[in-house]
């Protein structure tokens, strides 16, 4: 793709066991995001943001139903929100859409004073961080 800096990421594929459930979750949060529908198949769909797209499936080829976080492999997506007040707005609409606020003691600093940022976790245990412009 010219153009495109070398290093940036292509897409991300995540298999998910209900792909309903995960349109229902990602497409809200993808959406909100400024991503917009890319592609969709029996299996799966995709939403685009620049060159980066991401990818929810249910594919055949799955080994298990659960995703846990906390084993070897993918724990979570972070992206980056603008200010403040938009990972509050964001943390507040999630939950109508399939996300519950993880760390909700310590929100929105979870990672930390310096961090302003909303970690989310979806049914299937997949979670995700928005975090606010200028913060780590």
């Known amino acids: 793709m010219s153009g ?3 290093g940036t990421l ?3 594929e995540i298999w998910v066991p209900d792909l309903d459930r995960a ?3 990602f497409g809200w949060l993808l959406e909100s995001l400024g991503y917009t529908p890319f592609q969709s198949w029996e299996g799966g769909r ?3 943001l620049g060159a980066t797209y991401l990818v929810v ?5 799955l080994t298990a139903q659960e995703h846990d976080r906390c084993r070897p492999g993918l724990n979570h997506l972070a992206f980056h929100v603008g ?6 707005a964001l943390v507040t609409r999630a939950r109508r859409h399939g996300w519950d606020l993880l760390f909700p003691d310590r929100h929105p600093h979870a990672g930390g004073e310096d961090t302003y ?3 989310l976790v979806n049914a299937d245990g997949f979670e995700v961080e ?3 412009t200028g913060t780590s």
């Open 4 to 6: 495109t800096a070398r």
């Open 46 to 48: 995709s939403w685009r």
């Open 117 to 119: 940022a909303g970690y």
């Open 57 to 61: 499936e249910r594919s055949p080829a």
């Open 83 to 88: 200010e403040p007040g938009t990972v509050d």
């Open 10 to 12: 292509h897409h991300v």
């Open 23 to 25: 349109v229902g979750s």
């Open 130 to 132: 928005l975090v606010a």
